[in-house]
Nanobody
Framework: QVQLVESGGELVQAGGSLRLSCAAS????????LGWFRQAPGKEREFVAT????????YYSTTVKGRFTISRDNAKNTVYLQMNSLQPEDTAVYYC??????????????????WGQGTQVTVSS
């Protein structure tokens, strides 16, 4: 089992920045990829970004590419999501996720075996 705990979500004004953190514990050696998803009220959970265990491969959704950066610190078993130029449409609960395999596309929640509890990001206009 892998446990994931997110932190860093808060209320921020449009144009501002936030950094989310996700600390992994347990069988972290089994993790192939770590990712961030988000879910706004009344909408489906959507892919935001992902990074492989080595940290050498990252993917971003088109809506956040150029504004968000995913990174990881393997010594701390932590993945980060630096979010810049935040907009009201970025308001959502942000979830950290970990996957054991690279078989499925990184875009689908089905590719991830473990999920955190989520952290709320609210961007005011």
């Amino acid at each position: 089992q892998v446990q994931l705990v997110e932190s860093g979500g808060e209320l921020v004004q449009a144009g501002g920045s936030l950094r989310l953190s996700c600390a992994a514990s347990g069988r972290t050696y089994s993790i192939y990829r770590l990712g961030w998803f988000r879910q706004a009220p009344g909408k489906e959970r959507e892919f935001v970004a992902t990074i492989t265990s080595s940290g050498d491969t990252t993917y971003y959704s088109t809506t956040v590419k150029g504004r968000f950066t995913i990174s990881r610190d393997n010594a701390k078993n932590t993945v980060y999501l630096q979010m810049n130029s935040l907009q009201p449409e970025d308001t959502a609960v942000y979830y950290c996720a970990a996957g054991n395999s690279g078989i499925r596309s990184h875009l689908t929640p089905l590719a991830y075996n473990y999920w955190g509890q989520g952290t709320q990001v609210t961007v005011s206009s």
